[in-house]
C-alpha cells in the first residue's frame, strides 16, 4: 500500500518533530560551540581572529564534505539509521575534541567532527519528505530548523561565559555533555521509518545522475546560491562581532561579549513561523523578505550604541533563518527525483559558504574593520535578492496545469508544500 505520510494529529508526527528538534541542537551545539569563545581562543593562542576562526570553518568544511557521501550511504541503508550513526560518532567525537592536547590535532579533530555531523542536515530534511505528509513538510522542516538555531545559541551560550570562568576544554566537554543527552532523545524517539524502503541497488551512477538532474535547474541553482552566500554572511557577522564587542570601541569582558548568540532565540521564532508564512505568502515572497530583513540588521550593526548593535543582530538573524528555512524546504519540494542528491548540494553549497566566507571576512575584519564585514554582508545578500528574482518560479510551470479542465488556475508553485502535486 502506498504510504501518503504522518499527519500533525498522530503521535509518530510529534515524536519526529521533537527527535529532529533534538538531533539539531546535538548537531548545532557541536558544530558552533567553538564560535562562542573565538577572542579567548585568539588571545591564549596569539593569533589572528581569521586563523581562531578555522575552528569553525573546518567543522563547517567537513560537513560540506560529507553530506553528498551520506546522501549515498542512506539510498542504500535509509534516512534513520545513516542519522543515528551519524549522531552517535559526532557524540564522541565532541568529547575527543575537548580532550585535544593542542590546536593542530583540535583543528585536524574538528574536520573529522564536522564529516560526521553532516549526516543530520544532510538528510534531515529528506527525511521529512518521506514520513510526513506532503501537506506539512514545510511546517515539520520549520521545526526541525528551529531545533538547529537552538543548538547553535546553546553550544555558543554555554561554551563562552563558561570558558572565561574554567577554560575551553571544560566549557567544550560541557557542550559534549548536553549534545549526548539530545542525542539519546533522538535515538529514543524517532519511529520506525514506513516511507522509505533501503535497497542495495543504489550504485555510484545512481548519485551522479541524481547531482546531474539537480545541477541542469536553475532554480535549484539558485538555492543553493541563497544558501552560500546568506550563510556565509551570517557567520561572518558571528564570527567577528565579538572581537568588536570585546575591542575598544565597547571593552565588554569576554562572558558578556559571548551573551550576544542569545540572539539565535529571533532566529527560533522566525524559522519555526516560516511554516505558517509561506502557504499564505509563497515561498519566494518569504525568501525575499527574509533577505531584505537581514540586510536591514546587518545595517544597524554599523551603529556606535550597543543597544542598537544588539537590535540589529536580532534583527539580522530573524531574518536569516526565515530565508533558510523557506530555501531548504524549497528544495526537497522541488526535486522529485533525485531528492536526496539536491537536499544534499543545498548543504554542500551551504556549510561551503560558511567555512569560506566565514573564514575569508576575517581579513575584512583584521583590514579595513567592521564597515567592511557589513559591506561584504550586503553584497553577497544582493546577489542572493538578484538570482532569487531572476531564477525562482513564482507560478507553476504551464504544463503543470491540466488540459482537461480548462476553468483550473494554476497553483503558485512556491506556495505547494507537496513538492510538485497539487
Known sequence: MSWDGHLPSSREYRRILVGLGAAGVATFAQLYSPQGLLPTLARGLHVSPADAALSVSLATLGVALAVLPWSWVADRVGRLRAMQVAIVASTVLGVLVALSPNLGVLLGLRLVE?????????????????????GHTAAAAAAYISGTTIGGAAGRLIAGP???????????????????????????????PRGYRPTNATSARTVADGIRTSLRDPALLALYAQGALLMGGFVGVYNYLAFRLEGPEFALPATVGSLIFAAYASGTVSSRLT?????RFGRRRVLLAGTLTMVAGALLTLAG?????????????????????????????????????????????????????????GY???GPGWAAVVGAV????????????????????REAATSTDPGRQPVPEDRRVDGGAE
Open 275 to 279: 511554516g505558517r508564512w509561506v502557504p
Open 305 to 361: 550604541s550597543l543597544l542598537v548593535v544588539v537590535m540589529g543582530l536580532l534583527v539580522l538573524t530573524a531574518g536569516f533563518f526565515a530565508a533558510h528555512a523557506t530555501a531548504s524546504a524549497w528544495v526537497g519540494a522541488r526535486a522529485t527525483t533525485g531528492r536526496a542528491q539536491a537536499t544534499a548540494l543545498y548543504n554542500v553549497a551551504y556549510y561551503s559558504g560558511s567555512a569560506l566566507v566565514g573564514w575569508l571576512l
Open 378 to 397: 550586503v553584497a553577497l545578500a544582493a546577489l542572493a535578492l538578484a538570482l532569487a528574482l531572476t531564477a525562482l518560479p513564482g507560478t507553476v510551470r
Open 364 to 366: 575584512a575584519f583584521s
Open 162 to 192: 563558561l570558558a572565561g570562568l574554567v577554560g575551553w576544554r571544560p566549557a567544550l566537554l560541557t557542550v559534549a555533555a548536553v549534545c549526548a543527552i539530545a542525542s539519546v532523545v533522538f535515538l529514543r524517539l524517532m519511529p520506525r
Open 114 to 134: 564536522g564529516m560526521a555531523l553532516g549526516g543530520i542536515p544532510a538528510l534531515a530534511v529528506t527525511y521529512l519528505h518521506d514520513e510526513v505528509h506532503a
